[in-house]
């Protein structure tokens, strides 16, 4: 079986940094809660402080707590503020608390190809029932892994695997002013690859000239 190897893939989703926060005990809960801004049923047990401050200096108190059941996680928090702010077009420019959830566990501190929300190019963009829209709600872009990209660029528009092949990876890192570095199988150059098979199948990757065979999940990531 001939394989094809895809070279310089590379994906920015943003520089932004999310400090680690403590970890709190989450209890189970067999109450009915009603999600209603108020936060009276006795599973509440809202008395973590929240510290870190992404925009801005915060001149207001907040803490938080968790909760869940079989089907819910419900996240409670109380903010005390006697100036709020509600002018800007971007509520998150205003007073705002957002809540990040790292649904794979892997405690990262930046956004990654799991997260819902990310910015790019200075855009918040949000990741919705495989949809990625902008604040507007416009559609901010494809949400596909590169694999399916050159597939679709084969199968559904006719374009040469050659030239699919070249819109991955060549054009791609010129994109990011890694061309240089990226999207060549040449001296010089980093060996970051991709294996496929003719159903488009990965079977492989290679980062930095380490291999790993048959790990097809590794390599699919969405982004």
Known sequence: MSKLALAGIACVFSSLTIA?????????????????GNLTEPAWITNTAVTKAI????????VYGVTWNNTYLYVGIKVTDANLFNESTNNYDDDAVEVYIDADNNGGTTYGTNDRQFMLQG???????????????TLAGAH?????????????????????????SRTSAAFLGLESELGRIAPGYCADLVAFNPNFEIVGTWVGGVGRMGEASEASHRG
Do not use: F, W
């Open 20 to 36: 680690q926060t403590p970890t709190i005990t989450c209890y189970k809960t067999s109450a009915t809660m009603t999600v209603d």
């Open 55 to 62: 925009i801005g200096t915060p001149n207001n108190a907040t």
């Open 123 to 137: 855009r918040q963009i949000t990741l919705h029932e495989n949809r990625l829209t902008g604040p507007d709600g």
């Open 144 to 168: 596909l892994t590169m694999i399916e990209a050159v597939r679709h660029a084969v199968g559904l528009l006719g374009i040469s695997l050659v030239d699919a092949l070249i819109m991955a």
